[in-house]
């Protein structure tokens, strides 16, 4: 676990100039994430810690490169579902001995599905349907700048109070199929149980990592909202276990653990499970055309 | 029904013929086969004959790399040079150049598809496999920019050797579904010289399982060329239509076919194309089922097989070399034309067809009847293995 800044309100306040009403709203990764309004509205404002200076040509850390690589992704994916860069741009700067970089981001007012999940168990099917279609339109505005998530779970999906519409955030690990990889080999970024098979099953990763590895991921996702149940996880099991369960164990239809689900959803989200990329969707539109044929969204 | 001539040398009135009576869906025409003013005469008059006839031009482009090349017109096309090596496929322009000239060419013909210039793969993990990516991915850019031109479909031509490993099958199917293409024509290319329908269990396996993922999974339009009976279970499978020609050498794709060769072949045996079994067999081994009066359980049930039974035995009928062609892709016809298009009901189907079909061989042997080594049934039992390998690959 990286190390995180450590910062008061006060100190928040100093390094954003104009931004008021500071409230911390959690942790994330390497990052500490605050709420802060800019020009009246309601603004993320994420700080990561860097490492010190050592006076020789200090190279580009990580942190730094993957910091870029988010807020460029924010900045260019023109999907209503993907989180959008606020104004305060990718900035680096000293406090208390610290060495910090900040930004901020839209602040999107809403509940995660983790935490729905945790209360009310599953989502109705109706409700996995939005999800599925407006994470569907955030891993398309992706893909069209060349990008993937590579960490689509509940935790980073937002409900909005207002809208309603799901939001994705956190494109901290984003992967850029033609740009430089920022993982070092062998290194897997995300979150396990998320993991498409093609994570850890193939050498060149490179060569096959596509918007089908994020489709892989909101279907894990969709499967448990609608089911409450994990297709590939149970508490207490190894990450071995899991890694053998995704790479082999196909998951029982949905509609047999929630029984009453719409003709042809087991369909769609299985076949977001396939275990290799080319059982899966290979355009968007046709996951978008085959939820929106089950007449529920 | 979705049968497709393989055109070939010496094509006669043989295609007016067949889809006169209703035997082809289509013709795939061979540029090496005609000269480029007789091919755009024999596709004018071949629509002529039939709106709805789909029409395609292999332009062999993959000729261009076998030593010495067995080409006979093709020097006359714009796009084909004898003598390429994988230096030539070197540089993105080079590539270009040989899209635009092969699909050019295509464009003014008047055919349905477009098919992309290729090269052949011998393993996934060679560098021509790359080549054919590359070649692969340039055509569909010089497509995407063409204004009315027919559907492109991406050639692959591959040894059936490649298919061994699933893991480098996966991949492949991995990146030709990244595509945005509308189809795939796909020639397996075959190691055995001789024409038979053995084809290596987990190869064959691996094959419909490629035409399952592109074909049914992933909607792409499936050409399976040079595919003869092996293409009834690729159809089952997933594909949209197979190829069979005239001659021995266009019903199976072997590129000694296409490399030249001191002397020339024996002329072909009489053949008769059975249905029950699966096979073609020998006109003598026709007559020796006659002899023991089971004719009718190898009949196909088409009606060139009129020849046959007006006479008084196979072997004493009229049949000859023109009636045994055009009986064959009756007969391939018939067969396709009982499957349904749902995938699970025919692969169920095509497993039933060749138990019975082994059940029929055996009964024959035991009762006397002498095949040649290469009109056995052995085919049937490395078919129903890759049906069984495929079905668990598939989960169906």
């Known amino acids: 676990m990286a190390e995180l800044p450590r910062l008061t309100l006060e100190q928040v306040a100093g390094l954003v100039p104009g931004a008021s009403n500071i409230r911390p709203i959690g942790k994330g990764g390497q990052k500490l994430v605050f709420c802060g309004d800019i020009d009246g509205r309601p603004f993320a404002l994420k700080f990561a810690l860097l490492p010190a200076l050592t006076g020789d040509a200090d190279p580009q850390t990580e942190v730094e490169a993957r910091a870029a690589r988010e807020v460029e992704t924010m900045r260019d994916c023109d999907s209503p579902h993907m989180v959008k860069l606020g104004p305060v741009g990718l900035t680096v700067s000293e406090c208390e001995g610290q060495r910090l970089l900040f930004f901020s981001e839209e602040f999107v007012d809403g509940e995660d599905v983790a935490a729905i999940l945790q209360r009310d168990r599953r989502l109705a099917a109706l409700e996995v349907v939005r999800l599925g279609l407006h994470v569907a339109d955030a891993i398309r505005g992706l893909w069209d700048i060349g990008k993937i998530h590579r960490d689509i779970k509940p935790h980073n999906i937002v409900r909005g109070k207002a809208s309603g519409d799901y939001v994705l955030l956190d494109a901290g690990y984003a992967f850029d199929v033609v740009g430089e990889s920022l993982s070092q080999s062998f290194v897997l970024v995300g979150t396990v149980p998320y993991f498409p098979p093609e994570r850890f099953d193939y050498t060149n990763r490179r060569s096959v990592m596509d918007f089908r590895s994020d489709l892989f991921s909101l279907g894990v996702t969709m499967y448990q909202a609608v089911t409450g149940v994990h297709p590939f996880w149970t508490a207490g099991e190894t990450s071995h276990q899991v890694f053998a369960r995704i790479l082999n164990q196909r998951p029982r239809p949905p509609s047999t653990i929630q029984p009453g689900l719409p003709a042809g959803l087991d369909d769609i989200i299985l076949r977001l499970l396939g275990k290799a990329p080319h059982l899966r969707y290979r355009k968007i539109e046709q996951f978008v055309t085959a939820l929106r044929g089950l007449g529920v969204a | ?396």
């Open chain 2, 1 to 396: 029904m979705a049968l497709y001539a393989q055109h070939g040398h010496g094509k006669s009135d043989k295609l007016t013929e067949a889809i006169g009576k209703g035997s082809l869906d289509g013709v795939i025409f061979a540029a090496r086969n005609e000269q480029p003013d007789n091919l755009r005469a024999a596709i004018a008059e071949t629509r002529s004959l039939s709106k709805a006839i789909t029409l395609l031009v292999d332009p062999q482009f993959y000729v261009s790399t076998f030593v010495p090349p067995r080409d006979r017109y093709l020097p006359q096309y714009p796009y084909y040079k004898a003598g390429r090596v994988a230096a030539d496929f070197v540089g993105a322009k080079r590539l270009q150049q040989y899209s635009k000239s092969t699909l050019d060419f295509q464009v003014g013909l008047g055919v349905d598809r477009l098919i992309s210039p290729s090269v052949y793969v011998g393993s996934f993990e060679d560098r021509w496999f790359q080549i054919a990516l590359n070649l692969a991915d340039a055509s569909l850019t010089y497509h995407a920019g063409l204004k009315k031109a027919p559907p492109l479909l991406l050639t692959f031509l591959i040894d059936e050797y490649a298919f061994a490993s699933n893991q480098l099958v996966d991949d492949f199917l991995d990146q030709v579904t990244t595509w945005d293409v509308h189809g795939v024509y796909l020639i397996p290319t075959r190691t055995e010289s001789t024409y038979s329908q053995r084809f290596e269990a987990v190869h064959f396996a691996s094959l419909l399982y490629a035409a399952h993922v592109l074909g049914q999974i992933n909607g792409f339009e499936i050409v399976a060329g040079y595919t003869d009976f092996c293409g009834l279970l690729l159809r089952s499978a997933g594909v949209k239509a197979f190829g069979s020609g005239w001659a021995q050498s266009a019903r199976r794709f072997d590129r000694s076919s296409f490399i030249q060769r001191k002397g020339g072949g024996r002329p072909p045996r009489l053949r008769y194309a059975s249905g029950p079994l699966l096979n073609s067999v020998l006109l003598s081994e026709l007559e020796q089922i006659a002899d023991i009066s089971e004719l009718d359980s190898v009949l196909s049930g088409v009606p060139l097989d009129d020849e046959i039974t007006k006479a008084g035995s196979p072997e004493s009928s009229a049949w000859n070399q023109r009636l045994s062609e055009l009986h064959h892709w009756q007969t391939l016809a018939k067969l396709d034309a009982e499957l349904t298009g749902e995938e699970g009901a025919d692969v169920d189907k095509i497993a039933a067809d060749i138990v019975s079909a082994n059940a029929l061989y055996a009964m024959l042997q035991n009762s006397g009847v002498v095949f040649d080594r290469n009109t056995t049934g052995d085919h049937l039992a490395e078919w129903g293995e890759a049906v069984k390998l495929f079905r668990e690959r598939a989960e169906l």
